[in-house]
């Protein structure tokens, strides 16, 4: 059943998509992923994975992220792997829970680059920006994003 929901929760949002961007472009798009997905979603994340996001904070980020992968992948989800360095961070995903609905919208991917955005604020703080640079829906063998902090 969880396929089949996420299937139809991932057609649903390419159908979100494409008619925002229909309405406003590239840049209503990117806002509305940034504000309404991204802005929350590393908190809605924790409380999914059912964990205290004040566990994570205080950490150093590279090992708050080491313990987020591990708890993503032992909940079903990808295998994700984060390389932080200050002020930038380098986050790999080894599968893509939105094709073939990613191939078929190039703002698509915006999705998983707002949440990562989120993930980066909550384990290093401050306002990030995520750079696609591979992704699966574009024919990259893994997506992989550069986050590069704003503050």
Not at 3 to 17: A, F, G, K, N
Not at 29 to 40: A, K, P, S
Not at 48 to 73: H, T, Y
Request: with cysteine; hydrophobic share 45%; proline share 4%.
């Amino acid at each position: 059943m969880a396929d089949v929901c996420m299937e139809y929760c991932s057609s649903l949002l390419l159908e979100i998509v494409a008619a925002i961007d229909s309405i406003g472009g590239e840049s209503l798009v990117r806002g509305i992923m940034g504000y309404g997905i991204g802005r929350r979603a590393a908190d809605n994340l924790m409380t999914i994975l059912r964990v205290d996001p004040s566990e994570l904070k205080g950490l150093p980020p590279a090992r708050a992220a080491e313990l987020l992968a591990r708890l993503l992948r032992r909940e079903g989800g990808p295998e994700i792997s984060f390389q932080v360095n200050e002020g930038e961070i380098v986050a790999e995903v080894s599968e893509c829970h939105f094709m073939p609905w990613a191939a078929r919208h190039p703002l698509f991917c915006r999705i998983t680059a707002s949440f990562l955005e989120s993930v980066a604020r909550s384990l290093a703080g401050g306002r990030w920006s995520a750079e696609e640079v591979q992704t699966i829906a574009h024919g990259g063998d893994r997506c992989v994003f550069r986050l590069r902090s704003r503050d």
